[in-house]
């Protein structure tokens, strides 16, 4: 874990205790801090007592505590901690913060922030394998993976690399990234905050603290993301600051599994990051090829006589579909769930890759009804039955994608256990094969 000397005799007040809120605890309490903890489920509690005191914060006086540390999912607009803070005059950071916080304490290192609407923990975990392949020291952490507290120190020259969400930076005051980036903006999120342009803000403070010598990274995809290009660019100046090119040359179909549109802007970025760290192209480029990809998000699941089944689990709303629709020929389309919107009409200027849908759970025959004008339709209610009726349907040089544009909760626990009964589906099909 990660330990400073900062925080040694300073008082703490931590509001949830699942991941990365019991790393913080075990880390603050291994650095000499005094912590108050609380969670609403006892479990949670019960694990935290043997570093911290358990009470309800919102109930506790805070005099005299030097910190709130609460989970980037708690909702600082609406939750009443924020006003809690305001009373006890105590500032409210996250676990990004406190990392900060504790930098002068470990070995000499550069720290990458990667932000963006869509497309960040790919861009994160595709920058993680690039260093890893070029046998650099380098940790991952944030909005992906383990909790950064929890992650042993790098030694001198390590690469931290960290995947944040716009909640993680309303947290954060003094991540000053050797190199911070912004893959694209679109509106989201907007529950949180007070229009759009409050959204935007929220992504921008990342280049807000950076110091003078360090570089940002911009996507050009967009035009929004484009106007902090100009903003960010005349108050740092140009030597510093970097626009990602989206047209970077290179043979798409030679990385696996990078593929669409939204993937090349991906690795325009992660191409850009790559030149201010001082690494070559001949470095990132040779390593395109070996990225495997992260699971539920556009994953290779297996070939079946020709024809692809792709899991995009992950793809809960339509504007995550998008891409993936862009990213194949021939699509057998996999499409259902709890729908996060009726408006249909987002997809149709896009369904010119796709040969046939196949509608699953509660809004499958609503997508049924919007589509079935355009493209031909098949109302399968579960997924298991998709994936055959796609399979018996498609040839060779057809793609099978699960995107289901929607939440996972009529039929599963989450998006992982669609995604892993879609794989269950299509392995099935190959064992038969296999089997004759």
């Not at 994160?124 to 909005?143: D, E, K």
């Amino acid at each position: 874990m990660i330990k400073s000397r900062f925080f040694a005799g300073k008082k703490y007040a931590v509001l949830g205790l699942a991941r990365s809120g019991m790393a913080t605890v075990e880390a603050l309490s291994a650095s000499g801090a005094t912590i108050l903890a609380w969670d609403n489920r006892e479990a949670a509690r019960n694990d935290a007592a043997k570093w911290a005191e358990i009470a309800d914060i919102l109930q506790a006086d805070l005099t005299g505590f030097d910190a709130i540390i609460v989970s980037p999912g708690v909702p600082l607009n609406t939750h009443p901690i924020a006003q809690k803070s305001i009373d006890s005059g105590v500032p409210i950071i996250g676990d990004i913060e406190l990392f900060s916080q504790a930098r002068d304490s470990l070995p000499p290192h550069r720290v990458v922030g990667i932000t963006g609407t869509n497309g960040k923990s790919t861009t994160t975990a595709l920058l993680n394998h690039i260093i890893q392949s070029c046998a650099f020291p380098v940790r991952m952490g944030g909005n992906i993976g383990l909790p950064i507290m929890s992650q042993d120190p790098l030694p001198a020259g390590g690469i931290y690399i960290l995947e944040l969400s716009s909640y993680q930076i309303d947290l954060t005051h003094s991540l000053s990234c050797d190199v911070a980036a912004l893959i694209n903006l679109s509106p989201d999120h907007l529950d949180r905050y007070d229009g759009y342009q409050s959204y935007i803000a929220s992504k921008e403070r990342l280049f807000a603290m950076q110091g003078a010598d360090e570089f940002s990274v911009i996507g050009n995809g967009d035009n929004d993301t484009l106007n902090v290009y100009e903003r960010v660019i005349s108050h740092r100046g140009p030597h510093h600051v970097i626009l990602a090119d989206s047209n970077i040359e290179g043979d798409q179909s030679q990385w696996p599994s990078l593929q669409g549109p939204h993937n090349r802007q991906n690795v325009a970025i992660v191409a850009a990051i790559c030149r201010a760290l001082g690494l070559s192209e001949h470095q990132w480029r040779n390593a395109l090829s070996s990225f495997k990809g992260l699971e539920h998000r556009l994953e290779r699941v297996a070939e079946v006589d020709g024809v692809l089944y792709v899991n995009d689990s992950k793809a809960t709303n339509p504007e995550s579909v998008i891409p993936a629709l862009a990213a194949y020929d021939n699509v057998h389309w996999i499409v259902g769930g709890i729908a996060k919107s009726d408006d249909f009409e987002i997809f149709k200027p896009h369904l010119g890759n796709v040969r046939k849908i196949y509608t699953i759970g509660e809004s499958g025959p609503s997508f049924a009804q919007a589509f079935r004008n355009q493209l031909p339709v098949e109302s399968c209610e579960l997924l298991a039955n998709a994936v055959m009726k796609a399979s018996q349907n498609a040839t060779a040089g057809d793609v099978v994608l699960l995107s289901p544009a929607c939440a996972s909760f009529d039929q599963f626990r989450d998006f992982e256990a669609r995604g892993d009964c879609f794989k269950a589906a299509v392995n099935n099909i190959a064992s038969r094969e296999e089997n004759g």
